[in-house]
């Protein structure tokens, strides 16, 4: 049974840096593009950053140039870095598939970042 853990959000002022963690169960991220996805109140869901396969990395334009995607698969984890955050990153913070997969989804991290 796949499961992805998500860890490292938290409470950071506008400006700051964190870097999420999801840890996945077994090896499956040596056979799956993965991707982070956030969920802001009252929003959908959306994806993004990717880590498609190595060197292949796709980011949203919200994003581009602040968060950087990275992956280990002797750890079985995929990390992101964030950094000049904003308040509108604020929300919780998944990983999952690339497309995602129903029953992966995790109970994610919260990201909260103040101004």
């Known amino acids: 049974q796949v499961q992805l853990v998500e860890s490292g959000g938290g409470l950071v002022q506008a400006g700051g840096s964190l870097r999420l963690s999801c840890a996945a169960s077994?090896?499956?991220?040596?056979?799956?593009?993965m991707g982070w996805y956030r969920q802001a109140p009252g929003k959908e869901r959306v994806l993004v950053a990717g880590?498609?396969?190595?060197?292949?990395?796709e980011y949203a334009d919200s994003v581009k140039g602040r968060f950087t995607v990275f992956r280990d698969n002797a750890k079985n984890t995929v990390y992101l870095e964030m950094n000049s955050l904003k308040p509108e990153d604020t929300a919780v913070y998944f990983c999952?598939?690339?497309?995602?997969?129903?029953?992966?989804w995790g109970q994610g991290t919260q990201v909260t970042v103040s101004s």
């Open positions: 999952n598939t690339i497309p995602p997969r129903t029953t992966y």
């Open positions: 077994g090896s499956m991220l040596n056979y799956n593009a």
């Open positions: 880590h498609i396969s190595a060197g292949i990395v």
